[in-house]
């Protein structure tokens, strides 16, 4: 899949607040003293990047979010806009920022992309840092049929980034959410930035009416048996589907992603279990008594709370994290596989697979 983007670090903005404009909500910090002054994250130059601070004092902005006055050497400028824009789930005020695409409004159509976008992108897995990973924990086979299942996709905004589509019941394409990983450790790449921006932004659709799906949400009408387990990141319901097959994962694209009443509706007449993050349990029981009130059976696990270490609560943790401390049979072939290749040939002419594990969660 071809997808032109911007520059991975530098992102340019007519519309930007100059610096001491104080009509803006969001601006960049006026000198006081060299302390106010900071390590640029592109160039490295000390006491010389000036941050966006929010004027309300309710938002606090990654260190990223700034200018480089280098303005010729280096030229970084990292908008709040842009910052919100490759973060639209953050739970920072969508509604109130007029520099932002809003949401679809209720009773409005939502607007779909060409299934031809994502087809183009189901393809060089060798070269998407996030299907290497997964193919160094459970082999390329288990890991290919897994992407495709979900549709995970490859994009090019950034080498060997992922895109994960949202698509709806009825096949549609809400969107996708390009993120970056990196291979090895299957973490999210955070510096010099937060590496996440969409499809639809990316295409610079005018007026594109965005209302979010769950990421998997088209699964349901092919799986209407097993229960649903419901987490925060696409690769956390990728990781967990291989671990515990018995339920459906889906996830909601962080903590307010998709979750609200309207995405709700597609869940009527499931058994729903809910897998908050670490600190984050007390906000989805809140969802947990809205999907009741629909009279959506659903639960809260306490599966994290339940084996999680101090420090684990501190890094809010989520099951994945937890999971992956686990080898799988799969897991335990593929290194077999490894020392001993022709055992490859074995297992493709007999089309075997390992039986899979399984963990047992509460039923609801």
Not at 128 to 146: D, M, R
Not at 347 to 359: A, G, M, N, S, W
Request: glycine share 6%; net charge positive.
């Amino acid at each position: 899949m071809i997808i032109n983007g911007r520059s991975a670090s530098v992102y340019k903005v007519d519309s930007v607040p100059k610096e001491g404009k104080m009509n803006y909500r969001f601006h960049l910090e006026k000198y006081k003293t060299p302390s106010s002054r900071h390590t640029c994250p592109a160039c490295g130059q000390k006491r010389i990047f000036v941050r966006y601070i929010d004027s309300e004092g309710s938002i606090k902005f990654p260190n990223y979010v700034g200018r480089c006055n280098r303005e010729q050497k280096c030229g970084y400028h990292y908008t709040p806009k842009q910052y919100f824009i490759d973060n639209p789930t953050e739970k920072e005020e969508w509604n109130a920022l007029p520099i932002l695409q809003k949401q679809v409004r209720e009773n409005v159509e939502p607007d779909y992309l060409d299934q031809a976008l994502l087809n183009k992108s189901l393809k060089h897995y060798d070269a998407n840092n996030l299907f290497l990973f997964f193919q160094s924990k459970f082999g390329c086979g288990v890991s290919e049929q897994l992407f495709r299942k979900y549709r995970v996709g490859t994009a090019n905004h950034w080498n060997g980034s992922t895109v994960f589509w949202q698509i709806d019941q009825q096949d549609r394409i809400r969107t996708g959410k390009i993120m970056l990983y990196e291979p090895l450790t299957g973490k999210r790449v955070k510096n010099p930035h937060s590496h996440i921006t969409w499809v639809h932004s990316l295409l610079k659709q005018e007026n594109y009416q965005l209302k979010q799906c769950f990421f998997g949400e088209h699964l349901l009408h092919e799986n209407k048996s097993s229960p649903i387990a419901i987490v925060e990141s696409e690769k956390t319901a990728l990781i967990a589907s291989i671990y515990i097959p018995q339920y459906l994962w889906i996830a909601t694209g962080g903590k307010n992603g998709c979750l609200t009443k309207d995405n709700m509706v597609v869940l009527k007449n499931r058994k729903v279990v809910l897998f908050p993050d670490l600190g984050a349990r007390e906000y989805w029981n809140t969802k947990s008594l809205q999907m009741l009130d629909l009279g959506i059976n659903s639960i809260v696990s306490d599966y994290l709370e339940s084996r999680a270490s101090k420090e684990e609560i501190e890094e809010g943790y989520d099951i994945a994290d937890f999971l992956l401390q686990k080898k799988t049979k799969q897991m335990s072939l593929h290194e077999f596989v490894a020392k001993n290749p022709q055992l490859q040939q074995l297992i493709d002419t007999f089309q075997l697979e390992p039986v899979r594990d399984k963990y047992h969660f509460p039923n609801v």
